[in-house]
């Protein structure tokens, strides 16, 4: 069944697309798409288009205040400890500090929190336990902005403290020694899309430049590309620099560890931001969530061709089991949702479950997808892991309804909260679950939020339109991802001639189209077959639907598609990547 509506709105602005496409050889396609997305001068195109090869590593605010600090600690010859986190970004970043320090000879160790023991960042206990252990300086990374009563604490005890850290900053800051947060800073020197990693590589870099070793960011570009796409940047200005470069990396020059990764996933070049986001991301991330993520630093570490081998089989393995139970308490929880709005689909604007057995470590991704198959805000609880009457989960929000706001008007129903307006997480007594429920559907109405998805679409685009150079250019137009997106194209009175289920379990579907000009295209469809099919049969009934399967369709729809390019012994054809559908 579809669960939710989707509102189709054409982003399309007419301008002197006639100028770019002289000035810059390119297509009509891509000139429209350039224009219509704010890129009208030539300088701007150029940039976007075909950006220098050395990125221009700008000076963070707080840098020069970093390497005093750091280059007083170090002619100290005290301990440094790093405190990472558990995800993609965490662990590079405590990678990229750790590395640095190696180099400049310091005596360096990392911590990296325990998701469920620890949670989140620098706590009191890490605090307490690297004074035991003789540490000078504590050195945050990609966490620590938010982190004031630690901090404090860490001050009493007499360490230096210096936080490097992307987050919102929050109204009361940590005292610190030193602290860095590109989101600080005011006008120019202000970055909204670095994350973690990338602060602690350029400060990383700034400190190692100041005693003559230059080249330290890009020396790991594939690294902070793989942080960048993971922590979902936004992709302009350098955070897109950083990705297109990182991609364009040969494999055999990588870090070995990561290579190593790579290879035990059975990928292969080019690399595709598929690749880091899909199947690289979440073996790392795995660890955090089922294991410990120290495996994460040691494998980008180790010099031992046999050991990262070990390091990545296992974080591939676990990736799969964290998968099996992600994939199964997905399902459990879509079948709740569903189940609750059978009979009224606006009776649970916010959806709130409560799924006992699922490990917390995953009610994000299970809460993310129960969003996606609804496309309205959702909260996932789960019985916390020895806490008797508490319940911990996640929220998944959309782009109508800010979900920090609404949490932050009702902080009595919680114990322990924090996120920002898409995603968040909370610990909660468990008898106020139902007054969540309440809260939140009321903060939906205030907040005029909608349940409704809004697909831009670039252009309208007949099949016969799409050749190799418009393909060219939509890839020069990459890396995709949040804050560029993929150019979408709609083309309607399309006839479906055929299709057939493909996939590991029938899940996705491979079709042949044709469109009102005549013009014939394979197009694939990765959402789930079943419902597809089910809607088409709905609508058409089971006659029309096996005449279609035998390749005799004649069915219309609408479709907003992408493109780009099949490549199927060693010939080549456009294909469609179908993205929405709605039948004639």
């Known amino acids: 069944m579809r669960r939710y509506e989707e509102d189709w709105m054409t982003t399309?602005?007419?301008?002197?697309?006639?100028?770019?496409?002289?000035?810059?050889?390119?297509?009509?396609?891509?000139?429209?798409?350039?224009?219509?997305?704010g890129f009208?001068?030539?300088?701007?195109?150029?940039?976007f288009l075909y950006p220098p090869a050395d990125i221009a590593w700008p000076k963070l605010d707080g840098t020069d205040e970093f390497i005093r600090v750091m280059k007083e600690a170090l002619a100290e010859n005290g301990r440094f400890r790093i405190i990472g986190d558990y995800d993609v970004d965490g662990v590079t970043g405590t990678y990229l500090m750790y590395t640095a320090l190696r180099m400049l000879k310091a005596d360096v160790d990392y911590r990296i929190p325990d998701r469920v023991a620890d949670?989140?960042?620098?706590?009191?206990?890490?605090v307490r336990k690297a004074k035991?252990?003789?540490?000078?300086?504590?050195?945050?990374?990609?966490?620590?902005?938010a982190a004031v009563k630690q901090c404090a604490l860490a001050k009493e005890l007499g360490l230096r403290v210096v936080v490097t850290d992307h987050h919102d900053p929050q109204e009361t800051l940590p005292v610190?020694?030193?602290?860095?947060?590109?989101?600080?800073a005011e006008g120019e020197g202000r970055y909204d899309n670095l994350c973690g990693a990338v602060v602690a590589a350029m400060l990383a870099d700034a400190l190692l430049s100041s005693e003559g070793m230059d080249g330290y960011c890009n020396s790991m570009i594939e690294i902070l590309a793989l942080a960048t796409l993971c922590d979902v940047m936004e992709l302009s200005g350098i955070a897109r620099d950083i990705l297109k470069k990182g991609l364009a990396k040969p494999v055999k020059e990588w870090n070995p560890g990561l290579r190593a990764l790579f290879q035990a996933n059975n990928l292969s070049e080019p690399v595709k931001p598929y690749s880091f986001g899909f199947v690289i991301g979440p073996c790392i991330n795995a660890l955090g969530r089922?294991?410990?993520?120290?495996?994460?630093?040691?494998?980008?570490?180790?010099?031992?061709?046999?050991?990262?081998?070990?390091?990545a089989e296992r974080m591939v393995e676990v990736n799969s089991r964290r998968r099996e139970q992600s994939d199964f308490y997905t399902k459990e929880a879509i079948r709740l949702a569903d189940e609750m709005l059978k009979d009224d689909r606006d009776a649970s604007p916010v959806i709130v479950l409560y799924l006992p057995g699922c490990h917390e470590s995953i009610a994000g991704i299970v809460c993310g997808k129960v969003r996606e198959a609804w496309n309205r805000p959702v909260f996932l609880l789960t019985d916390s892991a020895g806490e008797d009457g508490l319940l911990k989960g996640s929220?998944?929000?959309?782009?109508s309804f800010s979900m920090i706001d609404a949490m932050n008007r009702h902080p009595e129903l919680f114990l322990k909260y924090g996120g920002h307006p898409m995603a968040a997480g909370l610990t909660m007594k468990c008898e106020l679950l139902e007054d969540l429920r309440y809260a939140m559907a009321e903060e939906f109405k205030a907040q005029e939020a909608s349940p409704r998805k809004c697909r831009k679409i670039d252009l309208p685009v007949l099949f016969a339109q799409l050749n190799r150079s418009v393909i060219a250019e939509i890839e020069l137009m990459g890396p995709f991802g949040k804050g560029n997106r993929e150019p979408l194209f709609a083309n309607r009175d399309v006839t479906v001639i055929g299709l057939r289920r493909v996939g590991g379990e029938g899940q996705y579907l491979s079709m042949r189209l044709r469109d009102s000009e005549g013009t014939e295209i394979r197009a694939m469809m990765f959402d789930d077959a079943s419902e597809f099919l089910s809607e088409f049969r709905e609508k058409y009934g089971s006659r029309a639907l096996d005449d279609t399967m035998y390749g005799h369709g004649a069915m219309k729809m609408t479709i907003l598609y992408t493109a780009r390019e099949n490549v199927f012994r060693d010939t080549v054809s456009i294909e469609a990547e179908i993205k929405g559908y709605r039948f004639s």
């Open 12 to 37: 399309w602005r007419s301008g002197d697309v006639t100028g770019l496409m002289n000035r810059f050889g390119i297509t009509n396609i891509a000139a429209r798409i350039l224009w219509s997305r």
């Open 40 to 47: 009208r001068t030539d300088d701007q195109v150029a940039s």
């Open 119 to 126: 949670g989140y960042g620098l706590s009191e206990d890490m």
């Open 132 to 145: 035991e252990d003789g540490v000078r300086t504590l050195v945050t990374v990609d966490n620590g902005i």
């Open 176 to 184: 610190v020694d030193c602290m860095i947060d590109p989101k600080l």
């Open 290 to 311: 089922l294991e410990t993520a120290d495996y994460g630093v040691e494998l980008l570490l180790s010099d031992d061709p046999e050991l990262r081998k070990e390091y």
């Open 395 to 399: 929220g998944r929000s959309t782009e």
